[in-house]
């Protein structure tokens, strides 16, 4: 399978805390993209990572990107109870037949207690 | 919000029907995708559509079809439908084929079917 795998599958923290989230992924790829979704509700797009960058930043959001271990990982810094959500990533391969579409692995179960 | 929108939001119905899903990309958008999640498979590409052409297939079964209209707007058709089917049901767009920062994927609200 091309999915990505998270990991955790869930975590549960302290508002203030922060979370780290592991995603691993098994072909190579053309970008790695993060989405949150909040109980069965639609996928908010939160940060691309493409194959030749290794760290990016938005906000509270910290990615990086290995790609000879083929991992990324998300950081939230000072969480928050609104951050409470699955978190999923997604790889775009790089295979001309493959482009384009993503692959999502299983999401990690974010909760955030107040 | 995404720019996305997906219609109808809910849809229930009953073994052996057919429905019809919407979607209207992005303003801008040439490239509509499918994706199915459930319980049992997580979140799977079906279909991609790029300018009204089918562009990618994933794991779309034969009971299901989609085309996109020269507005883009897309239509995701599900026929002779199982239970297996409830899903929730996403179209995502983007620009594409893609250019500096344009590769992002913006998904709908979904749509959630339900096969009694």
């Known amino acids: 399978s091309q999915q990505g795998e998270e990991d955790p599958q869930a975590l549960s923290i302290q508002e203030g805390e922060n979370a780290t989230m592991n995603c691993s992924y098994k072909t190579s790829i053309n970008n790695l993209q993060w989405y949150r979704q909040n109980s069965g509700r639609g996928l908010v797009h939160l940060i691309l990572?493409?194959?030749?960058?290794r760290e990016k930043h938005s906000g509270r959001l910290r990615v990086t990107l290995d790609t000879s271990k083929k991992s990324s990982s998300l950081l939230i810094t000072a969480s928050r109870a609104a951050d409470t959500a699955s978190y999923f990533c997604a790889t775009e391969p790089d295979r001309g037949s493959t482009l384009g579409r993503l692959y999502f692995g299983r999401g990690t179960q974010l909760t955030v207690w107040p | 919000d995404s720019g996305v929108t997906q219609t109808p939001k809910h849809l229930i119905t009953a073994t052996g029907q057919r429905v019809t899903l919407r979607c209207s990309p992005r303003s801008g958008d040439l490239s509509v995708y499918w994706y199915q999640q459930s319980l049992d498979q997580g979140l799977q590409f079906l279909i991609q559509y790029y300018n009204g052409e089918e562009r990618a297939k994933g794991n779309i079964l034969e009971r299901f079809s989609a085309q996109q209209f020269p507005d883009l707007h897309s239509e995701l058709n599900l026929s002779s439908l199982e239970l297996g089917d409830s899903a929730l049901y996403f179209c995502a767009s983007s620009v594409y084929p893609r250019g500096p920062g344009m590769d992002e994927q913006f998904f709908g609200p979904g749509t959630r079917l339900t096969v009694l």
């Open positions: 990572i493409r194959s030749n960058e």
